[in-house]
């Protein structure tokens, strides 16, 4: 079945965007009216979370980027395409210049057919297509307004719309059980140790330099990027890919050749890899032998430790490393400052059990997350249907 395609633009009664805050002067306080950011949008969904928060003088002046209730919000700069529907019990709020506003017209467009339309290839091709690269990528009102958007009657957009919320709400379960046994973990580690920070065990503390090796990555060649060290054999692993491991790292997107290998060091299987730029003590355990960059550090335990103790020791200080990190172009800590810190040391006994329940639930985790990724394809595959009016 083919339906019209009509431009997103011709959809909405408003298509804005946020206000950059050093174009106004704006400061932030810990209350008042919340200032979205992109890190607030989030699995289609809009959270008050790590929100900054501006007065209310401010944000009746800044009557451009005021948020209302059922707004379709779009983020368009840095990480492109996150969408939320803002709830009709969300506070007034603002946002900044990286969060698009569009106001649907709900008796031609309904909200959650267009989040849903949004993830499909063919958005996510449309987009491709018109993002502008400089030092961020972004998306432009004007692109926005230009997206084609098929358009079938009202009552087949709602009928769409139900049926991925209803596969989409699957696949948010599998998602929810992963949390869990994340959060599992954190609370045995707490009812073994106690708190790292406060250490209230009375544990022994040693600096953690002294409970392992600890050194930077080696990217000695300038420019970083000569394509003669690149695309060998050799793995080589960014921050982000730490960031992102949830705790194993398992994939890598480069590599390095024989030469950038000889420029570089590669690590051992267990390494503990620690960001210490960008991402700040984010951390992922090395399943391979890998080069990583100096915005990398390698942790290799001695007797003392456990590789899996020390990382979710480092879980516990995470984000209070992140916030008191100088910044520059961007934030980062150094060697040192890791060195430096005081970590407790449990008898190894029982860091062997911790670990030993680690790879438990790690396993689970496995698991569970095979079965969210054939979810996501079967999910995929649904939404192509759909949107092509086979469903």
Same mark, same amino acid.
């Given at each position: ?18 206000? *950059? ?28 979370? @790590? ?7 401010? +944000?009746? *002046? ?46 031609? $467009? ?5 989040? +849903?339309?949004?993830?499909?290839? @063919?958005?996510?091709? #449309? ?82 330099? *002294? ?9 000695? +060649? ?63 355990? $090395? ?6 960059? @100096? ?16 990382? +979710?020791?480092?879980?516990?200080? #995470? ?22 810190? $005081? ?7 029982? #860091? ?40």
């Amino acid at each position: 079945m083919s339906w019209p395609r009509v431009k997103l633009g011709e959809l909405c009664s408003v298509v804005t965007k946020g206000t *950059t805050p050093t174009s106004v002067g704006l400061s932030f306080s810990e209350r008042g009216i919340p200032f979205l950011r992109v890190q607030n949008i989030s699995n289609n969904n809009v959270s008050l979370d @790590d929100a900054l928060y501006i007065d209310h003088s401010s +944000h009746d *002046t800044l009557g451009r980027s005021k948020i209302r209730p059922g707004d379709f919000l779009l983020t368009i700069a840095g990480t492109i395409g996150r969408t939320a529907i803002v709830p009709k019990n969300f506070p007034e709020s603002n946002c900044n210049q990286a969060v698009a506003i569009l106001r649907l017209d709900e008796d031609k $467009l309904w909200p959650k057919f267009l989040l +849903h339309w949004l993830s499909t290839d @063919d958005a996510i091709g #449309q987009i491709s297509g018109r993002k502008v690269t400089a030092t961020i990528s972004n998306l432009s009102l004007g692109q926005i307004r230009e997206l084609e958007v098929p358009l079938p009657p009202l009552p087949e957009q709602k009928r769409i719309a139900a049926i991925l919320d209803q596969a989409d709400a699957i696949r948010g379960k599998r998602q929810q059980a992963i949390q869990l046994a994340d959060d599992f973990l954190r609370a045995v580690f707490l009812e073994m140790f106690g708190d790292p920070v406060t250490n209230p065990m009375g544990w022994k503390l040693l600096p953690f330099s *002294t409970v392992g090796t600890l050194d930077r990555g080696k990217s000695r +060649h300038r420019p970083r990027n000569d394509p003669a060290l690149l695309e060998g054999p050799h793995p080589l692993i960014q921050t982000g890919e730490v960031a992102n491991s949830r705790g194993y790292i398992k994939e890598y997107s480069a590599t390095y050749s024989d030469l950038g290998l000889a420029q570089s060091k590669k690590w051992d299987v267990g390494t503990l890899c620690i960001t210490i730029a960008a991402n700040i003590a984010k951390t992922g355990i $090395l399943t391979f032998p890998a080069c990583f960059p @100096d915005s990398v550090v390698g942790f290799i335990p001695n007797e003392n430790v456990t590789v899996e103790f020390v990382q +979710h020791w480092l879980g516990f200080l #995470q984000k209070n490393l992140e916030a008191n990190a100088p910044q520059a172009a961007q934030k980062n800590i150094n060697l040192e400052i890791l060195r430096g810190l $005081l970590i407790p040391v449990p008898p190894i006994v029982e #860091q062997k059990k911790f670990s030993a329940v680690v790879t438990s639930i790690l396993a689970v985790e496995g698991k569970i997350a095979s079965s969210s990724c054939e979810l996501r394809s079967a999910f995929d595959a649904l939404c192509q249907k759909a949107f092509s009016g086979r469903l």
